[in-house]
C-alpha cells in the first residue's frame, strides 16, 4: 500500500471512532515523534485528545450512516489534516486514551448503543 505524503500528519493522524452510526465527540491525534513520518502509538507517537473539527465531523457525518447501515458497529476513522486516508473496522482502538485525557466516557458510550440494540 502506498500513501501520498500529508505535510499535516506532523499535527498527528487523528482517530475519530464511530459506535452504532454517531461520532464519539474526540478525536485522538496520534502525533509523530521527531523525525518520523507515523503517528502510530505502537511507532512512539504521542496520543493527544482533541475535539473533532469541523472536518472531522463532516466525514464522520457522512461515513457514520452508511457505515452501520452495512452492519459496521464500530468504525475507527483515520484522517490526517482534511483528508480521510483509512476505514478500521476490526480494531479500532484509543477508548482509553481519549476517556484519560478528556473524561469522556467512551466505553459506557459504546455499552450504551449495544444495549439499546
Do not use: W
Amino acid at each position: 500500500m502506498a500513501q501520498r505524503y500529508i505535510p499535516e500528519i506532523r499535527d498527528g493522524d487523528k482517530r475519530i471512532l464511530l459506535i452504532a452510526g454517531k461520532p464519539v465527540p474526540y478525536s485522538l491525534a496520534r502525533v509523530p515523534m521527531a523525525g518520523e513520518v507515523r503517528g502510530n502509538l505502537a511507532a512512539g507517537g504521542t496520543g493527544r485528545a482533541q475535539p473533532l473539527s469541523t472536518r472531522d465531523r463532516e466525514i464522520a457525518e457522512i461515513l457514520a450512516p452508511i457505515l452501520l447501515e452495512r452492519g459496521l458497529f464500530l468504525v475507527g476513522l483515520d484522517v490526517i489534516g482534511a483528508y480521510l486516508t483509512e476505514i478500521n473496522v476490526t480494531s479500532p482502538t484509543c477508548f482509553l486514551e481519549i476517556a484519560d485525557q478528556t473524561g469522556f466516557n467512551v466505553a459506557s458510550m459504546f455499552l450504551d448503543a449495544l444495549e439499546a440494540c
